[in-house]
């Protein structure tokens, strides 16, 4: 059973960080790329962040980045999204997305956890 279980969202207030992990299983980690979307209300979901599963590199929005980092725990079976410098304009429910590196209509998502950044 594919499972991807998000976990460390919450209330922050601006300029604050936050740590959200992405812990999955029940398939082949490593085949995967990892990434992070968000949607915010009455807004589409957007792409955020994606580590890519050779390792070969990431890739950012531009509204984020120097500001957020993606990384990846094999290992572990765990993606990871530090966001620093946190904005009002990211709150959003924050999703965690794998995608076959090969089979690109492998794809599953996670249940979302909210970010709300306020003071």
């Known amino acids: 059973q594919v499972q991807l279980v998000e976990s460390g969202g919450g209330l922050v207030q601006p300029g604050g960080s936050l740590r959200l992990s992405c812990a999955a299983s029940?398939?082949?980690?490593?085949?995967?790329?990892m990434s992070w979307y968000r949607q915010a209300p009455g807004k589409e979901r957007e792409l955020v962040a994606t580590?890519?599963?050779?390792?070969?590199?990431?890739n950012y929005a531009d509204s984020v980045k120097g500001r957020f980092t993606i990384s990846r725990d094999n290992a572990k079976n765990t993606a990871y999204l530090q966001m620093n410098s946190l904005k009002p304009d990211d709150t959003a429910v924050y999703y965690c997305?794998?995608?076959?590196?090969?089979?690109?209509?492998?794809?599953?998502w996670g249940q979302g956890t909210q970010v709300t950044v306020s003071s």
């Open positions: 580590f890519s599963s050779p390792g070969t590199g990431t």
């Open positions: 997305n794998a995608k076959h590196w090969t089979f690109s209509n492998l794809v599953y």
């Open positions: 029940g398939f082949t980690f490593s085949n995967y790329d």
